[in-house]
């Protein structure tokens, strides 16, 4: 099946040349020049991939990541003019999955495209506990019954459990889930959400066996041996 890209660059000759290059590997191209055009691209359409410039005229590339990893898990890539450690691990901590800096071999590009592209193909279903979350749709089901969740808790499940096992505290989950400075959210927030998340997915909310409180440090996904 065709795969979309979507490109978001300012710089029309090098959108250009990159749309030509991508469509020559057989992906459907979208292009915008702009974070507001990018997100509103989004909006309509089923995008497989993000080739993202750092720099935008309305925005910075981190802006864009940190709005579209509010509702996506899309593969994205970032491109920047500025070879700096301190730009590559913000891009990485604000969920960016691959990052390079111009300028870059575009052979070396395609083939980081295809591995995040394929990576993705594997990693759309999650299946942990009797929960089976399908990134591909965002929807979450136990057994064959599907769970409705809101987008916050969706968030919530899908990263405790890529992170099983793990414990993770107030601050990580806020930080990636919600905007990462911290805005319009409190304390509260976090626990609020995971008592509606047990109250969806947990045979007895009150004595969890999927969502552990670990005290004084946050939350884990304990997924059990089968």
């Given at each position: 099946?065709?795969?979309?890209l979507?490109i978001?660059?300012?710089?029309?000759?090098?959108?250009?040349?990159?749309?030509?290059?991508m469509?020559?590997e057989?992906?459907?191209?979208?292009?915008?020049k702009?974070k507001?055009?990018?997100?509103?691209?989004?909006?309509s359409?089923?995008?497989?991939?993000?080739?993202?410039?750092?720099?935008?005229p309305?925005?910075?590339?981190?802006?864009?990541?940190?709005?579209?990893?509010q509702?996506?898990?899309?593969?994205m890539?970032?491109?920047?003019?500025?070879?700096?450690?301190?730009?590559?691990v913000k891009?990485?901590d604000?969920?960016?999955?691959?990052?390079?800096?111009?300028?870059f071999?575009?052979a070396?590009?395609?083939?980081?495209l295809?591995?995040?592209?394929?990576?993705?193909?594997?990693?759309?279903?999650?299946?942990?506990?009797?929960?089976?979350v399908d990134?591909?749709r965002?929807r979450?089901?136990?057994g064959?019954?599907?769970?409705?969740?809101?987008?916050?808790?969706?968030?919530?499940?899908?990263?405790?459990?890529?992170?099983?096992?793990?414990?993770?505290?107030?601050?990580?989950?806020?930080?990636?889930?919600?905007?990462?400075?911290?805005?319009?959210?409190?304390?509260?927030?976090?626990?609020?959400n995971?008592k509606?998340?047990?109250?969806?997915?947990e045979?007895?909310?009150?004595?969890p066996?999927?969502?552990?409180?670990?005290?004084?440090?946050?939350?884990?996904?304990?997924?059990?041996?089968?």
């Amino acid at each position: 099946m065709t795969k979309t890209l979507l490109i978001v660059e300012d710089d029309l000759d090098l959108q250009e040349g990159l749309a030509f290059s991508m469509e020559q590997e057989g992906y459907r191209v979208l292009t915008a020049k702009s974070k507001r055009e990018g997100l509103r691209i989004l909006e309509s359409e089923h995008c497989d991939g993000i080739l993202l410039d750092c720099n935008l005229p309305d925005g910075t590339g981190f802006d864009f990541c940190r709005q579209v990893r509010q509702k996506h898990a899309i593969p994205m890539l970032m491109l920047t003019a500025r070879d700096t450690e301190m730009d590559e691990v913000k891009a990485l901590d604000l969920g960016m999955d691959d990052f390079m800096s111009k300028p870059f071999s575009l052979a070396v590009l395609k083939a980081r495209l295809h591995k995040l592209l394929r990576r993705e193909v594997k990693e759309d279903r999650l299946v942990s506990n009797g929960i089976l979350v399908d990134k591909s749709r965002c929807r979450v089901f136990c057994g064959e019954t599907e769970i409705p969740c809101s987008r916050i808790e969706y968030q919530i499940l899908v990263y405790l459990i890529e992170n099983k096992n793990q414990v993770l505290s107030k601050e990580q989950i806020l930080s990636c889930v919600w905007d990462s400075q911290g805005k319009f959210v409190d304390d509260n927030t976090v626990s609020v959400n995971i008592k509606r998340l047990r109250a969806k997915i947990e045979e007895d909310p009150k004595n969890p066996r999927r969502i552990k409180t670990v005290y004084g440090m946050g939350y884990l996904w304990r997924e059990e041996e089968a």
